[in-house]
């Protein structure tokens, strides 16, 4: 047991901190001796926000975002323009959009891509709910905002498929040339959509 440094106590919150994204075994170690060294001014707080978090945190019924209401935070904003409508893969996506503050509309979360070769169908996402979020709410343009990849592509497709038969406006975000990007750096395939996706100067 040569790599054991504490007590069983903390040898668990360092295995349930090495589970968070970005968080390895030597990071989750020095996470935890952080809070302990700062057990009141950040473990004791933090244990009660997750606390809380846990008792509270809901789904929201109507897109699909987490948090402590529903509808959340999103959907209850009387100044989010109703007739616009985000479609994203996941809450990370529709945060990293609400963070960039480009968004007016509300969000319907996907809660993921459609991917046949890892078993993922339209039956696994929040599809007949976008329907109805689309049809019900006066929504006049859904923009997808999927990641540009394979899979995110074919939903992208399957959803414009799917809202054919509504009389609404279906756009999706740009592909291209990252801002800050240099041309020499950037793969055929991102130069290719750039070119394609151009627009008057
Ligand atoms: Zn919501």
């Not at 360092?14 to 700062?38: D, E, T």
């Not at 109703?82 to 945060?95: Q, Y």
């Not at 049809?135 to 498929?161: I, R, S, Y």
Request: hydrophobic share 45%; with cysteine.
């Amino acid at each position: 047991m040569a790599d054991r440094v504490a007590g069983p106590e903390i040898e668990r919150l360092i295995q349930l901190l090495a589970r968070l994204p970005g968080l390895g075994p030597r990071s989750a170690r020095r996470a935890a001796l952080h809070l302990m060294r700062k057990r009141e001014d950040l473990l004791a707080p933090l244990a009660d926000a997750m606390r809380v978090a846990r008792d509270r945190i809901v789904t929201c019924s109507a897109c699909g975002n987490l948090d402590t209401l529903d509808p959340c935070t999103i959907c209850r904003d009387p100044r989010r323009d109703p007739t616009t409508l985000v479609v994203v893969e996941t809450v990370s996506d529709l945060w990293a959009l609400e963070r960039a503050g480009v968004v007016r509309g509300r969000y319907h979360v996907l809660g993921g891509v459609l991917s046949p070769l890892d078993g993922v169908g339209p039956d696994d996402l929040n599809l007949h709910t976008l329907v109805e979020h689309v049809a019900a709410d006066g929504v006049a343009e859904v923009v997808l905002a999927v990641n540009a990849t394979v899979d995110g592509q074919t939903t992208a497709h399957f959803v414009t498929d799917l809202l054919s038969h509504l009389d609404i406006k279906v756009t999706r975000l740009a592909h291209g040339v990252p801002v800050g990007g240099e041309l020499d750096y950037l793969d055929e395939g991102t130069l290719a959509a750039a070119m394609r996706s151009r627009t008057a100067f």
